[in-house]
């Protein structure tokens, strides 16, 4: 076990140790992640607040006023907080209250509030309501300040209350979508769908990528000595095979964990996520070793990992989405891998599927991975029986 532990390792050495991947396996999907949340991405349904004010009864006031008008408020700590959720699309609308907006509305003056506005479809309708409320609690704060010599605050407030009680206020009215493309894409963050469809994009070119690792061993006469070592050809397969998995799976959680840390991308039950992670990977290694060893030119074998890798994942959702595809094409999509990979990350991100939900996908994976490293695998003893 150790003898294969070894040469998994120096595979995943031997690939980070490629200059060249700093910037397709660190950079590019992250940027690819970026540029599609940006430009597509719409964000989850809701009309959403973030706030930035210190406590007191303005931001009570506030705060109780959105959420009267079925805004969803989220206070934050600071205004870079509050920044970053515009711009990831976390909320449409945020709000910074200074200290001297909020001593004004406790004196009954005029009270000044920085609105930033999102880039989403609902930004206006959101930041519209959001001005109408704030208006109306700074209005009533200046009237009962306007009261405070004929009553107490509380008698000229609960005055107020009852009077503007028979007109109520603005509310804002956000429309459930209507035809079955949108409810696909209810639950889904900016940066969600973007994410999901790099994850398998990029676990898969990395892996077939690696494969030209296979081609310079065998080349270099690396595989020849390793079978030459106390290692048995059954070790130095099993060792190669888990060599190119864990490289898909380190680009798998590095696209997960920064994309989450960067661009707020919820995965879902990290569990289950892992599970179609790790199959999908399993699918991806198996491709990896077929392309290894029977091919014997390591630009023929670059060049076909790339294409190979762009084609089935154009085809298979990861550029553009399968809920866009034409019924027949999201058919013959499920030919590939990366479809399945897709439906089961869909589910659980949008939807909160457990494992019992995405088992078919999961399955399907499984059957695909079996059929592959299969074949990989009776191919890599072929070519390791010629090293001997």
Known sequence: MRSVLAIAWVELKRFL????????????????????????????????????????????????????????????DSAEQLRDDVARGDAQVGVVLSDDAARA?????RMEVQIIQGT?????????????????????????GALAGLADPATARDALSDASSAVPGPRLLVQEPEDPLAEEFSGAGQFDVGASGQLLLFIFMSALTASVAIIQAR??????????????????????????????????VYIMVASAVLFGVEWG????????????????????????????NEGAASGLSVGLGLVLAALGGSMLPLELFPDRLRTVAHLTPHAWGYDALADIQRRDAGLLDVLPEVGALLAM????LTLGSLALRRSLSRAM
Request: glycine share 10%; net charge negative.
């Open 219 to 252: 080349r270099d006469g690396v595989i020849r000595r390793t079978v030459a070592a106390p290692v048995t050809t059954g070790q130095t397969m099993v060792g190669l095979t888990l060599g190119r998995l864990v490289i898909a799976l380190f680009q798998g």
């Open 120 to 144: 989403g479809s609902q930004a206006p309708a959101v930041a519209q309501a959001v001005r109408s409320q704030t208006e109306a609690v700074a209005s009533e704060a200046r009237q009962v």
């Open 17 to 76: 140790a490629d200059r060249s991947n700093i910037f397709f396996v660190f950079i590019f999907p992250l940027a690819l992640v970026a540029v599609i949340g940006w430009q597509f991405g719409g964000g989850g349904p809701g009309a959403r607040v973030s706030v930035v004010a210190p406590e007191g009864e303005a931001r009570t006031a506030l705060v109780q006023s959105w959420e009267d008008a079925v805004l969803a408020v989220t206070v934050r």
């Open 105 to 109: 509305f406790e004196d009954g003056e």
């Open 269 to 296: 039950n990290l569990w289950v996520t892992m599970v179609v992670v790790l199959t999908f990977a399993l699918v991806a290694s198996g491709a990896a070793l077929l392309v290894g060893v029977l091919v014997d």
């Open 369 to 372: 991975a079996v059929v592959v």
